[in-house]
């Protein structure tokens, strides 16, 4: 017999899963800068089917995935459509942003991504390098616009 917590346990997992089936059609369907990216939820409502949106009322989407980055290997140049929000879960990144130089973040530093300025991430460590990304963004925003 289910309990009320174990049903919404239930509940989220299915809203979960099905997030993740369609945030991983999405992502097969466009050009990433960088291919390694595993898919963890998109979703525009809450587990309740409640719509998200912006204070403005305007609606939200949330997409979150995991970006793994080999040793020795880069992305390619690119930037976000919508804020992102990153939390490096393992290993070094280094982000190179052309003219404004470089910055290197370490195993738990969190911070939000440039928009507007290309940039690429590199690994020059030796274990892989783990980011969980989270786009903020809308319906028509892109989260990764990769460099013509």
Known sequence: ML???DMKINCRAIVLIGCCLVAM????????????????LTTSQTVLGEPLAWPDGSPLKIIST???IDPGEETKWHKHGVPLYAYVLSGELTVDYGD????AFAPGSAFMEAMDHWHRGTNSGKEPVRILAVYLGTEK???????P
Request: overall charge positive.
């Open 100 to 103: 404004k130089g470089t910055r």
């Open 66 to 68: 995991i970006v793994t």
């Open 3 to 5: 309990r009320g917590g």
């Open 25 to 40: 059609l999405r992502l097969a369907q466009a050009e990433e800068p960088y291919q390694k990216v595993q898919p963890l």
């Open 141 to 147: 925003g892109k989260p990764v616009i990769p460099k």
